[in-house]
């Protein structure tokens, strides 16, 4: 299924999604937005005026997700193939999907757990003929590591899968398997950049100037989970119109990762302004990347994190209305019925204010979803993309339920 406002970025379906043990990121200066004094001035006039209008609107910084990779890799920079697979379609042959372009062999290409998106490749390959539609991610990794992921050129709501490895080692049991590239960026740079009426334009400068078609983007990692009760129903709930994007639309429980927490829980006080990468320690934000999941089901929906399980990764997905703007979607179980959480949620919590109605779809009707249903029209494309996740990663299945109790991961 393909749908123009969204697509999937990667996926961690071999294992039904990752946990926090599982994952690690990589902060750096390095990985921040390019910019220029014009854009900067294009962006103060942007947010000057949005302000005007939604007052309630406040500038917080956010992490901005440079690419990824494994978590024990190498970089490597082979020519991309081009993309033709659904984001839904089972695991492909990586050695097929690279030809004779990849330069190791089809036995090495078997045990390769990962194969990352360059920024600058695919927007070679794929978006200079098509320079409206967002492309995403660096790098092209080589990863002898054990998580098996997708890798997707920004168009069409397409991907390449890598397949699983053939066997684990003690050292890939152990170590996390996926690893976040990211820097900083913040909420008025969001608005100045992909949502800009000239994006187009920042497209085409940071592929001229940077080789990058994203480098001049804002790029914040969103965070959304596809909230699951205890008699095996999703929970969605309807955006207000005051929200600053999506508005009446149905949408998962959703916000971001925020460093600012992540600077609070190591014991700094700071502003949003003054926070920087070495301020941060990486578990520190791989904590805050999961627990602001749960916080934000939390204040959207009223439940008490006690009643929450364990977030699992399904993977990263991307929003085309915002020019490819990517959010990490997560499952989380929770221990109560849906009529629970119905009366919690109208008894109203911290950001009651966000939506005006909770709506529950059974698990069955999910993995059924799509184009054709009435209510795919009504979701907002976080939504769209945590769906697709979900209906390919099936976080929820048997093997997803057992490996919560053992981080190590089971082939399929």
């Not at 406002?5 to 926090?20: F, I, K, P």
């Not at 004779?100 to 757990?113: T, W």
């Not at 009643?307 to 979607?329: D, F, I, K």
Request: proline content about 6%; charged content about 25%.
């Amino acid at each position: 299924m393909t749908d123009s406002e969204v697509s999937v970025l990667l996926h961690c379906a071999a294992w039904r999604g990752l946990l926090q043990s599982q994952v690690q990121v990589e902060l750096s200066e390095r990985f921040k937005r390019q910019t220029d004094p014009s854009l900067e001035q294009q962006i103060e006039e942007v947010w000057t005026e949005r302000v005007s209008k939604e007052p309630w609107l406040f500038n917080g910084s956010k992490f901005r997700l440079h690419s990824f990779c494994s978590a024990s890799s190498s970089s490597v920079s082979p020519k991309r193939p081009p993309n033709t697979h659904p984001p839904t379609m089972p695991l492909l042959d990586c050695a097929e999907q690279q030809g004779g372009d990849f330069k190791h062999s089809r036995q090495r290409m078997d045990e390769i757990l990962c194969i990352n998106d360059s920024l600058h490749d695919a927007v070679q390959k794929s978006s200079l003929d098509k320079i409206s539609r967002p492309v995403n991610q660096r790098e092209i990794v080589d990863s002898v590591g054990a998580f098996s992921q997708a890798s997707s050129i920004y168009s069409e709501s397409k991907i390449i899968s890598a397949e699983r490895p053939s066997k684990n080692t003690d050292d890939q049991e152990t170590a996390p398997l996926l690893t976040l590239r990211l820097g900083l960026t913040c909420y008025k740079d969001y608005l100045g950049t992909n949502w800009s009426c000239h994006v187009a334009e920042l497209r085409q400068r940071g592929q001229v100037q940077f080789g990058d078609p994203l480098a001049l983007l804002a790029q914040p990692l969103g965070v959304g989970g596809v909230l699951c009760t205890d008699d095996g129903q999703v929970v969605l709930i309807r955006r207000s119109q005051r929200v600053a994007e999506a508005g009446g639309q149905l949408d998962i429980p959703g916000g971001h990762p925020e460093p600012k927490v992540v600077c609070e829980r190591l014991g700094q006080a700071v502003c949003e302004e003054q926070i920087s990468v070495d301020m941060m320690q990486q578990r520190a934000v791989v904590m805050e990347l999961f627990s602001s999941v749960c916080a934000e089901i939390r204040d959207e929906v009223n439940i008490p994190l006690s009643s929450l399980g364990e977030p699992v990764l399904m993977g990263v997905a991307l929003n085309h209305t915002s020019a490819g703007r990517p959010s990490a979607e997560f499952y989380v179980s929770c221990s109560l019925t849906s009529d629970e959480v119905r009366k919690l949620y109208w008894k109203g919590g911290a950001e009651a204010s966000e939506s005006t109605d909770i709506i529950f779809i059974g698990r069955t009707e999910l993995m059924q979803l799509d184009r054709s249903s009435p209510l795919w029209s009504e979701l907002c494309p976080s939504a769209k993309g945590a769906v697709l996740l979900y209906q390919t990663v099936k976080p929820d299945g048997e093997r997803g339920q057992s490996r919560r109790h053992d981080a190590q991961p089971t082939a399929s």
